[in-house]
Structure formats: structure tokens, C-alpha cells
């Protein structure tokens, strides 16, 4: 898999058990590169291009991003819809005549109650499955031991769920130790999610980094250690 921007001669190039990590050291050109890959992420226009093979790939669809580590919620939007629909295929396939039968004791209640007030009352004749499981506020435990815990947790529901191939961390290193990011790489390794750091400045380096530095003259250096 290879996201390539031809603008700036970017491409990277992904791999198994690798990590790929981009610093750029222009401030202009960080933002400009950051903020299209975030726009096309986001479902807008750029200049990126995600390929697997001779195939290309939707962006908006094989990525994702953090730019605030500590906004990660395992119930954002994204992955609560892709939820609320596995649970609508649970409920149609194996517990769907339960489903009718709690929906006819609701509908009973609806009635009993109504016809205890002195108004002219109506209700819904049915409770369509996905206002049904809304009742029942079902949620992701959300892991609340470290901020490494909440990523790897977000890796994890990001390949499940979403099957999303790559994950764009930016400055992650200026959040989580060297210890725990080598940690972030195994959890990411072992979840078959390729990880792209894009930093604002030159850090350490492991032997399971891929380095392409941007530097201040705007020339891109290619470097691992």
C-alpha cells in the first residue's frame, strides 16, 4: 500500500511490521500537507493518493486521523453507527421474535397509559429497530486507564468495526514515552493497522520507523535507522 502526494514528491510506502513517520519542518508546509490529508480523510478534495497494487483506494474510507489524542472516544459518531448496524443485524437474525414480543408489551404500556389520561392521545403502532435499540443506550466500555490504552482501544475498533487500513497519528510522540509507543506499534502490528506519524520535528528514531523528513529548505530526506 502507497500514499503518494506528487506536489511535494511525497510517497510513502507502507509495509508489514513497519511504521511510517513523516517530519515536516516547515511550519507552512506541515499545515498545508496536514490539512489536506485531514480534508480528504473527512470526505473532501486533495491531492493524496491511497493505492493498494494497481488499485486505487478511498481515502475517506482506508484511513483515519487523530490530531487530538485526547478527544478519542471509542463512541464517537463513526463508530456508533457501524454499531447501531450490527446490532440491527443481531436483533433481525437471531432475536427477532423476542424483538416483536418486547415491542407488543411496549405498545400494551403505551395504551394502558394513554388510556389513564383525560386527553385524545395517539402513538406509534410499531417501534422500528433502530429507535428500539436507542432505549437501550448501548455504548463501547471506553478504556480509562492511560491515553496509550484509549489508542490502542481506538486501533482496535478501527479494524473491527470500520476495517480501516491506515491510521494518521500527528505529534504523537509528544504525548506517550518511547516505551509507549513502542508498545503503540505491537498493539498496531498485531491489528494489522498501518500507522503514519506526521511530527512537526525531528525526535528519536526506532528500527521499525520509516523516516521521510521534510526539512526547513523544503528538500525531503529519506532516512531509517
Not at 73 to 100: D, G, I, P, V, W
Not at 129 to 157: A, N, P
Not at 159 to 180: A, F, G, M, R
Not at 198 to 209: A, K, V
Request: net charge negative; hydrophobic share 40%.
Amino acid at each position: 500500500m502507497r500514499l503518494i502526494n506528487a506536489e511535494w514528491n511525497l510517497d510513502v510506502q507502507f509495509k508489514e511490521n513497519m511504521v511510517n513517520q513523516v517530519v515536516i519542518e516547515e511550519p507552512q508546509i506541515y499545515v498545508a500537507l496536514l490539512s489536506e490529508l485531514y480534508a480528504q480523510i473527512n470526505g473532501g478534495e486533495g491531492k493524496f493518493l491511497l493505492s493498494q497494487g494497481e488499485k486505487e483506494c478511498l481515502i475517506s474510507k482506508d484511513m483515519d486521523i487523530v490530531i487530538n489524542p485526547f478527544g478519542i472516544t471509542a463512541n464517537c459518531r463513526k463508530m456508533q453507527t457501524k454499531l447501531q448496524t450490527e446490532l440491527k443485524e443481531e436483533l433481525s437474525e437471531f432475536f427477532y421474535s423476542e424483538y416483536l414480543t418486547v415491542q407488543a408489551e411496549v405498545l400494551r404500556l403505551w395504551e394502558q397509559v394513554t388510556a389513564h389520561l383525560p386527553y385524545e392521545l395517539e402513538y406509534a403502532d410499531a417501534i422500528e429497530m433502530g429507535s428500539f435499540l436507542k432505549l437501550g443506550d448501548i455504548k463501547f466500555v471506553e478504556e480509562t486507564g492511560d491515553l496509550l490504552s484509549s489508542i490502542c482501544q481506538y486501533i482496535k475498533l478501527l479494524q473491527w468495526l470500520l476495517n480501516v487500513k491506515v491510521l494518521v497519528l500527528v505529534n504523537i510522540k509528544s504525548y506517550l514515552t518511547k516505551e509507549q509507543i513502542e508498545l503503540l506499534y505491537q498493539e498496531a502490528f498485531y491489528d494489522k493497522v498501518q500507522l503514519l506519524l506526521i511530527e512537526s520535528r525531528e525526535d528519536y528514531h526506532l528500527d521499525s520507523e520509516s523516516v521521510i523528513i521534510i526539512d526547513k529548505d523544503k528538500c525531503l530526506i529519506s532516512c531509517t535507522e
